[in-house]
Nanobody, 127 residues
Framework: EVQLVESGGGLVQAGGSLRLSCAAS????????IGWFRQAPGKEREGVSC????????YYVDSVKGRFTISGDNAKNTVYLQMNSLKPEDTAVYYC????????????????????WGEGTLVTVFS
């Protein structure tokens, strides 16, 4: 019933770009903020970006500021993550997740207990 489906991952050369999509269904999209998280091989999952359900404000972890842009299209129930100037350090499985409580700033650092998760899409950046 509830679905979050990521797409757009792939293999890219350092300096290139990818656009990830997170398509939501089965819940009231407008009432949830949507975050992007990633997990690199052998490392812990970390927050990347988040867009607020209240006013559309956007948040980013320091390592991607100026390179990544999060945006949403409520008519399509879809959130995007435009990733430019990709680095090998960006290599990871990228997940989107939805939550109706707390706020984006909190969730970027503490994702435990978020309501819904997608299954992830793999991004591989080579030099």
């Amino acid at each position: 019933e509830v679905q979050l489906v990521e797409s757009g991952g792939g293999l890219v050369q350092a300096g290139g770009s990818l656009r990830l999509s997170c398509a939501a269904s089965g819940f009231n999209f407008d009432d949830y903020h949507i975050g992007w998280f990633r997990q690199a091989p052998g490392k812990e999952r970390e927050g990347v970006s988040c867009i607020s359900s209240s006013d559309g404000s956007t948040y980013y972890v320091d390592s991607v500021k100026g390179r990544f842009t999060i945006s949403g299209d409520n008519a399509k129930n879809t959130v995007y993550l435009q990733m430019n100037s990709l680095k090998p350090e960006d290599t990871a499985v990228y997940y989107c997740a939805a939550d109706s409580g707390y706020g984006c700033a909190v969730r970027l650092e503490n994702y435990y207990g978020m309501d819904y998760w997608g299954e992830g899409t793999l991004v591989t950046v080579f030099s």
